[in-house]
């Protein structure tokens, strides 16, 4: 008789798809589709309106998908990757992340056709999916007990506060407390920016200067890489709590002017004109652009004959800043995670165009140039920052569902 014991065989691992291996995998592409396909179904099919938009106005629709929805999804795919970058800690996989892709998609189907009905359930699902992503942005701060990079949970806690807000705002019909909560959202969103931003470029623009990643000639002014942050969060607590002072115009101002002083540092020579590099600075050069025309506007200045709109302003800040940021990290946090160096594909350079392109064909009528666009601009220039999420998803789908290839992420480093 056999007196041995045999020992049990270990578990063979869960395979999990690369897709889900790492938050930004996922969530970057369902951002890019979502960025590619409802612009698109709102200008073909809807002609700008929205079907079942019965007293919430379309316009507010519309910037609560672009900031909840695309840029929202893109924010997780940020924060669920950098956080457990940053504090050496298990990234979130699998199950984790189908659960916030779950709780982000119904209010995107509300939002699709402007369903006020459904406008509650919607805020609710929305509110979960902040909620969530607050939680995987915490626990490794818990888990390291460090209070380091402690901010982006007071901003994704904010962010979820304004999504309550305005649902709110929706549901009893105060569309002028909603429209300052949407600007409050978007100021949310530009301290997002201007925060991970400063920590990208510098890693960007050193691998720019020296590609052996050897040296790092580029050291900002530390105090360079706040003093936007706060400065938007002072402007958009002014806009949120005194719309009639004359405070937040100059507030405006003020936050342009720290935008235009950070680009003061990109004197680099012509590593500046490699497109992630120049993606970046263009970033910062329309949020200063557009927090002053938001500033001039609001204290009804013109400039050469030209009467500023705030809101024209605030499209420099939503397509050109935002939509160049995200763009910037799509590409650079695109290839870096996925064991590419920083040699981007055509598709790449395209779609930093596009994007730049729609936040000029937006805005240049308004602002007095390309005046034979009036009209037509507000579709081309959706049209133009669709192209510029699909152009990005037809490179780097394929590499988000691949397996990790070379030992770009293993560098301490990466973005």
């Known amino acids: 008789m056999n007196t041995h014991r045999h ?11 690369p897709v889900l291996t790492e938050g930004l995998r996922l969530f970057f592409p369902v951002a890019a589709a979502h960025g590619a396909l409802w612009p698109v179904l709102w200008v073909i099919l809807y002609g700008l309106d929205l079907p079942f938009a019965a007293a919430i106005p379309p316009s507010q629709w519309h910037a609560h998908e672009m900031i909840y929805g695309t840029y929202g999804m893109a924010l997780a795919g940020f924060l669920t990757s950098a956080m457990p970058e940053w504090t050496d800690t298990p990234p979130r996989r699998g199950g984790a992340l189908l659960l916030l892709l779950a709780l982000w998609l119904p209010g995107r189907l509300a939002g699709l056709v402007g369903a006020d009905v459904l406008s509650p359930l919607a805020g609710a699902s929305d509110a979960a999916f902040l909620a969530v992503l607050g939680w995987y942005v915490l626990k490794p ?13 007071l901003w994704v806690a904010l962010f979820a506060l304004t999504e309550i807000g305005i649902r709110v705002a929706w549901f009893v019909e105060d569309y002028e407390l909603s429209h300052r909560l949407l600007m409050a959202a978007v100021c949310i969103f530009m301290a997002f920016f201007t925060l991970s ?7 960007v623009i050193n691998l720019a200067l020296d590609p052996s990643g050897g040296t790092t000639p580029y050291r900002p002014h530390p105090g360079r890489q706040n003093l ?15 719309p009639d002072s004359l405070a937040p115009a100059f507030l405006a101002l003020a936050a342009g002017a720290t935008f235009m002083d950070r680009l003061t540092e990109w004197f680099i020579g012509r590593a500046l004109f490699r497109t992630q590099v120049l993606a970046l600075a263009l970033a910062n050069l329309f949020a200063g652009i557009g927090f002053f025309v938001v500033g001039l506007g609001g204290l009804d200045i ?12 605030v499209h420099l800040l939503t397509l050109g800043a935002l939509g160049m940021a995200i763009m910037a990290v799509f590409v650079i946090a695109g290839l870096r995670h996925t064991g590419h160096d920083l040699v981007l594909p055509w598709q790449a350079h395209a779609a930093v165009v596009a994007m730049a392109a729609a936040a000029l064909v937006r805005t240049l009528p308004e602002l007095g140039f390309a005046t034979f666009l009036m009209g037509p601009h507000y579709a081309l220039g ?3 920052w669709a192209a510029a999420f699909a152009l990005w998803l037809h490179a780097f789908l394929p590499m988000m569902r691949a397996p990790t290839v070379g030992t770009a992420t293993e560098d301490p480093s990466r973005c």
């Open 302 to 313: 013109g400039i050469a004959g030209m009467t500023l709109a705030p809101a024209t302003g």
């Open 7 to 17: 020992a049990a065989p270990a578990s063979a691992p869960t395979f999990v798809p």
């Open 141 to 153: 701060l818990l888990l390291r007990r460090s209070a380091r990079h402690g901010s982006f949970v």
């Open 228 to 242: 936007a942050a706060g400065m938007v969060a002072l402007y958009g607590a002014a806009a949120l709590a005194f």
């Open 382 to 384: 959706a049209l133009l």
């Open 197 to 203: 931003v400063a920590r990208i470029g510098v890693v």
